[in-house]
């Protein structure tokens, strides 16, 4: 028993010795082979990025070395891959920076290939301009790993060339694949991806809106943006099959290209509709005058001056209308520019329908010193029948108009008169027209604007209105020979019945309607009338194009003496050219009880 407990406590102290002696060598050996575990994973990440930055300044190296002369700049992807950086933005260098290199920008994916001269020419280099280059390279890794927002306005900045309000349209090159992957689903489906990615577009379609620009994008469109990203990309892996993708792209176009051009003839009928149908303000403006006129007495309903209408040493202008707001603007426009307003006689032949609205309005409205003669059509017993007229086939009944036809007929209205200018009521003059009264004329019988010079939006061709596969026009006419236009044109009268051109206007007029001579319309008869009886006059006189050409140029309306409101845009319509309309409005009434009764506002 004794030995027994003896044995005992020498075991429990010899344990007890052991324990205190190998504790601390343990801790201390733990904790060297943790020091030593670290040391040795930073010497091995030191390593594989040492090996990385070798390669890639090799790689920049060998692309350096490559010659520049027949380099182009990168093609922009229309799609990418936000969460990878191009070899192009990567590696390229601006030749301004403080390497002073070329930009370099032929690779290839992520493989570059050198040649075994270049090799050489890389072993060569100085080392200096090796470690300027790794430094170079360690900036742009550096780049690499900072956020995608502040990497992306860099990339921009560093591409001056680089095409503006990229985001724009990114967006709606990402509408675009998002329906043509809607697409490819079954009809009727409801799965998660379909819904998707129909709330992805309505969500972008409602954040970018009508945005033009990158600098109108809200930060909503941008994030938007990105989860359209995110979609598509799960898209692509949904449906790798790039030839159903290429059918079902070319299907897209040629519907939209379909509907393109179904709209395109809608808006183009709804236009003509819309230009030849009286406005309903007009329409009541012409009923008030009405009744005010026959509500006056049988002297009242005169007009004064009637002893200037035919005389011959005054400047006598033609207006053929049954627009009653269109004449005045036409009246008011040539007397407040006119030097000597007491010198100008208005003629304005209008249909019996219009005569007493057309004459109240003038009676109620005196256009200053000028004197204003309104007749109707009506009165003409010696025209020629109308049928002849409504033989020509047109959508437009003022192609057909008798009214509208009445031009040709000047000498016989007008028999005392030598000289007359022919304005459209669509047109506002905006300069004196007493010199045109001073033009030499050599023998002339129309002075008017030519309209053959290419380019311009007025131009024409007589084979544009005439047509010159029938045998007679072949023979006659030039196809080349100039074209002119109507609106504001000075008529030697005189001239005019020694050629006898109303009897040669019935003769074509006639063969036009047994074949098809020409479309309807004044102008292709005028060109087949007036043929080689035409006089041509400065541009400046009239300027045309205000009712269908947006694109006519301030400068030319400042220096025109007349501007031309031709096309189915006329001002006082809705669709007329809202930045051509004021030089129209300056000159009507508006402040008149009636157009105000009528609705008829500035």
Not at 307 to 333: I, M, Y
Not at 412 to 420: A, C, E, M
Not at 434 to 459: D, H, Q, Y
Not at 466 to 471: E, K, R, S, V
């Amino acid at each position: 028993m004794r030995f027994t407990r003896r044995f005992t406590r020498i075991f429990i102290i010899l344990c007890l010795i052991a324990v205190f002696v190998t504790t601390p060598i343990l801790l201390f050996s733990s904790h060297r082979l943790i020091h030593l575990g670290s040391d040795a994973s930073k010497e091995f990440v030191g390593d594989l990025s040492i090996l990385k930055h070798r390669i890639e300044v090799q790689a920049l190296n060998a692309v350096q070395q490559e010659e520049v002369e027949n380099l182009k700049e990168p093609i922009l992807d229309v799609y990418r891959d936000g969460n990878q950086i191009s070899a192009v933005s990567l590696y390229t260098i601006d030749k301004n920076d403080s390497l002073g290199q070329p930009k370099n920008v032929s690779l290839a994916g992520n493989n570059v290939t050198t040649h075994d001269s270049k090799k050489e020419s890389q072993q060569s280099l100085p080392e200096e301009t090796l470690a300027t280059r790794e430094k170079a390279l360690l900036v742009v890794l550096q780049e690499k790993s900072r956020p995608k927002e502040v990497q992306h306005s860099q990339n921009v900045q560093s591409h001056p060339r680089r095409a503006l309000d990229e985001r724009v349209k990114e967006i709606k090159d990402q509408l675009i694949r998002a329906k043509a992957f809607l697409n490819f689903a079954p009809a009727g489906s409801n799965s998660n991806f379909v819904k998707e990615i129909k709330l992805r577009i309505k969500d972008l379609e409602r954040a970018a809106g009508e945005v033009s620009k990158d600098s109108d994008l809200s930060r909503r469109a941008i994030q938007k943006m990105k989860a359209m990203s995110a979609t598509l990309s799960k898209a692509s892996r949904l449906f790798p099959d790039c030839s159903a993708m290429v059918k079902k792209l070319r299907a897209m176009t040629y519907n939209a290209e379909e509907q393109l051009r179904t709209q395109k003839n809608q808006a183009s009928f709804l236009e003509n509709l819309a230009g030849r149908t009286t406005p309903k303000g007009l329409h009541c403006l012409s009923m008030r005058l009405t009744t005010e006129f026959f509500a006056l007495q049988s002297e009242e309903q005169k007009l004064p001056n009637q002893h200037k209408f035919q005389n011959p040493d005054l400047h006598h202008f033609a207006v053929f209308s049954d627009n009653v707001l269109a004449c005045s603007a036409v009246v008011n426009s040539t007397v407040s520019t006119a030097r000597a307003p007491e010198k100008i006689v208005f003629h304005i032949v209008t249909d019996s329908l219009n005569l007493p609205a057309m004459t109240m309005w003038f009676l109620s409205n005196p256009p200053g010193k000028a004197t204003i003669q309104i007749q109707s059509i009506d009165m003409f017993d010696w025209l020629p029948n109308k049928d002849i007229l409504q033989k020509q086939e047109s959508l437009d009944p003022r192609y057909t108009s008798p009214l509208n036809h009445l031009r040709f007929y000047m000498p016989d209205i007008f028999p005392s008169l030598n000289k007359i200018v022919l304005l459209d009521h669509d047109v506002v003059v905006k300069r004196d027209l007493s010199g045109l009264w001073r033009i030499n004329m050599k023998g002339k019988v129309n002075g008017a604007v030519e309209t053959c010079l290419e380019g311009e939006p007025s131009f024409r061709r007589m084979d544009m209105l005439i047509n010159f596969t029938d045998p007679m026009v072949a023979t006659k006419f030039d196809v080349k020979s100039c074209t002119w236009a109507f609106g504001m044109n000075l008529f030697d009268l005189q001239e005019w019945r020694k050629r006898n051109l109303t009897g040669l206007y019935h003769k074509y007029l006639e063969l036009g309607s047994n074949r098809p001579l020409m479309k309807a319309g004044t102008l292709p008869i005028g060109w087949l009338t007036f043929y080689k009886h035409t006089r041509a006059i400065d541009r400046r006189w009239h300027v045309l194009g205000l009712g269908y050409d947006s694109g006519v140029k301030l400068n030319e309306i400042e220096q025109a003496a007349v501007i031309h409101y031709d096309g189915v845009m006329k001002p006082w319509l809705e669709i007329g050219l809202q930045k051509f309309k004021p030089y129209w409005k300056k000159h009507v009434r508006y402040e008149h009880p009636f157009v105000q009764q009528c609705n008829i506002h500035d």
